[in-house]
């Protein structure tokens, strides 16, 4: 009889496991060779955090997901910006790509806090 429990047991979580559909995260992948605006710009406290932070931004960007390139491929800048704030820009290497939307953008990150804005002005 226990074995009989049992084997219910395990066919219910099984099954209740088995219905749940897998997660999917949405992004599009991008690689961005990062540069310092200055020598100083090099020692910011908060740089590192604040490029992998706006990197996984530019990946989970609505019109980056949109755009119809498999990957991008940014040429970045970061700088100090007012007071604790990095301000970090970028454009896409390949100039054939100028033109399309998701070729510039511009971000700004205090180590935790990121905004980034997708737009199309060189």
Request: glycine share 4%; net charge negative; with cysteine.
């Amino acid at each position: 009889m226990r074995l009989i429990v049992f084997a219910l047991f395990l066919a219910v979580v099984l099954v209740s496991c088995a219905k749940k559909p897998p997660v999917e995260v949405a992004f599009k992948p991008v690689q961005v060779d990062w540069h310092a605006q200055t020598e100083a710009d090099e020692a910011l406290p908060n740089k590192d955090a604040c490029v992998i932070r706006v990197t996984s931004a530019l990946m989970q960007d609505s019109v980056i997901q949109a755009s119809a390139l498999e990957e991008i491929q940014y040429k970045g800048v970061y700088t100090k910006g007012e007071g604790a704030i990095l301000s970090l820009k970028g454009a896409c290497v390949d100039e054939n790509q100028k033109d399309l939307p998701e070729c510039n953008w511009s971000a700004s990150c205090d180590g935790e806090k990121v905004v980034v804005n997708v737009h199309n002005e060189p």
